[in-house]
């Protein structure tokens, strides 16, 4: 390509902004950045500007915010941009802009498609105990997640993975996977686009605040697994022995029968919850209004649960 790469950017979240910096490449022009509009946040509820747009002013770059992309068409023809990168923009970006891009849009997904479209994908593979995952580089299309994939990458999800370090891991990785779209593309190459396949489509539907609160009757692996699939957020929350506490580390471990919500040891390695099967071990946790402690210390404020 004997002239610069001229590109437009949507992204929001966290998530997005490596791949922000992966578009920031000599050759690159990146035309402007499209991110949500600033939204109250905190306690105060002052405006808050999204990582996104924070990552681009420290780059220099342009920031548009429009609260909706669906009389924008106007505005990225006079952008002119060969290509949209989309990344957890979190607005729908319209049929009609699609086509604008001489060479289309493009956009990461942080799953193996077809396999969890949609939301929360990376949450949802945590809850289905799936073994892997991975990013997908497609060729965006009306349809939710339905575009041909270019480019994908794997990882495995490890047992002590979080949501948090699951979505650290795959940000990084669909950054990389970006990068080696758009090297291909600088250097003249036009990307296979293969269909997804029809069969193994699984909707990664939006959390729920309801999904987070742990019931005791389901197995503990299951538990575990929420445990970790909402850390950092939704959080897991349940009742442990009269007291609501939100659980940041559990571990699913053997156990004999027992009522399901009752604590059947507490040491310092954890406080033993029966289950509807197997038994959950909770290590972290937080007592409303408190700070995130380990199960020992929580059991120094309750030293009652030390004689289960």
């Keep these: ?7 437009v950017f949507a992204g929001t979240p966290e998530f997005a902004v490596p791949h922000l910096a992966a578009c920031n ?18 306690r105060g509820r002052a405006l808050g500007s999204s990582p996104v747009k924070l990552a681009a002013l420290a780059a220099g770059l342009p920031v548009e915010q429009p609260e909706s992309l669906k009389s924008a068409a106007a505005r990225m023809r006079e952008l002119n941009p060969d290509l949209l990168v989309v990344v957890a923009y979190g607005l729908i970006v319209p049929r009609a802009l699609l086509t604008i891009p001489r060479l289309g849009c493009w956009n990461v997904h942080a799953s193996l ?3 969890w479209r949609g939301a929360a994908p990376i949450q949802r593979a945590i809850l289905a105990g799936d073994a892997r995952t991975g990013v997908c580089l497609m060729r965006m299309q009306a ?3 339905t ?10 999800i490890a047992p002590d993975d979080t949501g948090g370090s699951l979505h650290d891991k795959l940000a990084a990785l669909g950054a990389q996977v970006l990068g080696e779209g758009l090297r291909r593309a600088l250097a003249g190459e036009a990307l ?3 269909a997804q396949p029809e069969t193994g489509v699984i909707y990664a539907h939006k959390l729920e605040k309801s999904e987070a609160r742990l019931d005791w009757n389901e197995s503990a692996i299951v538990l575990e697994r929420k445990v970790r699939a909402f850390d950092p957020w939704l959080v897991a929350e349940a009742d442990l022995a009269g007291e609501r506490v939100r659980i940041w580390g559990a571990l699913a471990v053997p156990g004999g029968h027992a009522i399901a919500g009752s604590v059947v040891a507490a040491g310092k390695n954890g406080i033993d ?17 408190g700070r995130v402690v380990m ?3 929580y059991l120094n404020a309750r030293p009652e649960l030390k004689r289960a």
């Excluded at 490449?25 to 905190?42: C, K, L, M, S, W």
């Excluded at 575009?147 to 495995?156: D, F, I, K, N, T």
């Design 1 to 7: 390509m004997n002239r610069p790469l001229r590109l």
């Design 25 to 42: 490449i000599p050759n690159v022009e990146i035309a402007a950045v499209y991110t949500q509009p600033d939204r109250p946040a905190g």
């Design 113 to 115: 498609l077809p396999r």
């Design 143 to 145: 349809g939710l997640d």
């Design 147 to 156: 575009g041909p994939v270019m480019l994908r990458s794997e990882v495995a």
């Design 192 to 194: 296979h686009a293969a």
């Design 273 to 289: 919850i029966a289950c509807g099967e197997g038994v959950l071990r909770v290590t972290k946790l937080q007592r409303a209004g």
């Design 295 to 297: 199960a020992a210390d």
